[in-house]
């Protein structure tokens, strides 16, 4: 086994920070966009000191098959073109609200009721918001 000497050797310009360019980012929401997901915001949070990821992407889905048919495109797509698998999602059980965690980026897809009840956008209301609605 190597010591970890070996990692300071790495350069540390060849870490790609992720960002709106990132790949896993676009296809998130254009998998949303697909599947006609509403109102798409994403939040950077990356330099907002305790947040638990580098971006939130939240969008409405008016039904409960809308829910189950953007979360199921978004997983699909992301695996197939970035080969990556979310590391947890929660609420495939009633599909009010479904969280889709890529650990530097959580989604979020939600009823417009329930997003409305959380209000996501305001608790996070020192990140800055980018609107995605084609």
């Known amino acids: 086994m190597a010591p970890l000497s070996v990692l300071n050797s790495r350069k540390k310009n060849t870490i790609s920070r992720l960002n709106r360019n990132s790949k896993i980012f676009k296809t998130i929401i254009k998998s949303i966009q697909d599947k006609k997901g509403e109102h798409i915001v994403s939040l950077d949070l990356r330099k907002v000191h305790e947040a638990v990821a580098d971006f939130f992407?939240?969008?409405?889905?008016?039904?409960?098959?809308?829910?189950?048919?953007i979360s199921d495109f978004i997983e699909e797509q992301v695996q197939l073109h970035c080969d990556e698998k979310p590391y947890k999602h929660e609420g495939k059980q009633a599909f009010q609200w479904v969280l889709?965690?890529?650990?530097?980026?959580?989604v979020h897809i939600m009823h417009p009721e329930t997003r409305k009840f959380y209000k996501l956008e305001d608790l996070w209301n020192d990140a800055i918001l980018t609107g995605h609605d084609e």
């Open 57 to 69: 992407i939240i969008c409405s889905a008016k039904s409960t098959t809308q829910v189950r048919a």
């Open 100 to 106: 889709i965690d890529y650990v530097n980026i959580v």
